[in-house]
């Protein structure tokens, strides 16, 4: 495999499994050195001395954003990437949904992207540009039932990142929004136990007839991330197996 993000330096957020993990891989074969974090401790297990380092905490603390940001500066030497992929969802319907539930949800899809994208943006401007990649849903476009929170949070990271688009462009940044459809992963195991054969099970609801894998999602993330998709910044980019297409 060429190493054409030979060089580059990233921080993935919420890399300790699923889209998170996939994205690493992709990015690490492709030369680039990484900055894996999560709220997992997991997430230390992806660490090697071969160029890619871990970081535990939550994202939504600020401190957390400014320590991911120095972190890569430090052990890495730069931040050219930033792959805003934590994400939790509640799945409730709204009469049922606590202010709790708001708060946890818009505190990790929405204030923690805010938070990294900011630290990112103040790194990048200051060193040529760099590219932003954050993990929206096809909930950035279109609404689901019984995902209120989960649906404002991602509408609400796709307003950030036009935003990072608009002010990063003079600074040589790109902001780009992957808004992925259903994903086996484990992303709802705190519901659920069967989280991944629960959602494999809405592969009827994508024209492809089935749902994604983490790394049909992680290719198109690394595209995003890397100069050759040079001319592509502000754009919310489906990748959810035709879900939106009706
Ligand atoms: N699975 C799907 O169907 C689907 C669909 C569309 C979009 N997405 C989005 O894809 C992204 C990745 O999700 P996934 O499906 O791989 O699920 P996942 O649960 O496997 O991965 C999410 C990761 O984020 C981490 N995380 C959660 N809260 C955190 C916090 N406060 N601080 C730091 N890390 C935290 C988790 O520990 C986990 O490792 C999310 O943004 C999700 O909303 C998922």
Redesign the pocket.
């Known amino acids: 495999m060429t190493k054409e993000l030979a060089g580059k330096v990233a921080l993935v957020?919420?890399?300790?499994?699923?889209?998170?993990a996939a994205t690493v891989a992709w990015l690490h074969a492709r030369g680039a050195r990484v900055l894996a974090?999560?709220?997992?401790s997991e997430v230390e297990q992806l660490a090697d001395e071969n160029g890619v380092a871990a970081l535990v905490?939550?994202?939504?603390e600020e401190d957390v954003a400014v320590r991911s940001a120095a972190a890569a500066l430090e052990r890495f030497g730069g931040l050219d990437i930033l792959v805003a992929?934590?994400?939790?969802?509640v799945n409730k319907p709204v009469t049922e949904t606590t202010a709790a539930d708001w708060d946890e949800v818009m505190s990790?899809?929405a204030r923690?992207a805010f938070l990294h994208a900011r630290e990112a943006f103040r790194v990048m401007r200051d060193n040529g540009g760099g590219a932003i990649v954050t993990?929206?849903?096809?909930a950035s476009t279109v609404g689901l039932v019984e995902a209120a929170a989960y649906s404002a949070s991602?509408g609400a990271l796709a307003q950030l990142t036009k935003v990072l688009a608009l002010e990063g462009g003079p600074h040589g940044i790109r902001a780009n929004v992957v808004a992925?459809?259903?994903?086996e992963?484990?992303?709802l195991d705190t519901f659920r136990a069967d989280s991944r054969a629960y959602?494999r099970s809405f592969g009827d609801a994508h024209p492809l007839g089935r749902v994604a894998q983490?790394e049909e999602i992680a290719e198109v993330i690394g595209f995003l991330a890397s100069p050759r998709s040079a001319f592509v910044t502000g754009a919310v980019v489906a990748a959810d197996g035709g879900y939106t297409a009706a």
């Open positions: 957020t919420g890399a300790a499994r699923g889209v998170g974090t999560d709220i997992r905490g939550d994202v939504s992929n934590a994400g939790r969802s990790v899809n923690g993990v929206g849903s096809f991602k992925p459809g259903v994903i992963t484990d992303l959602l983490p």
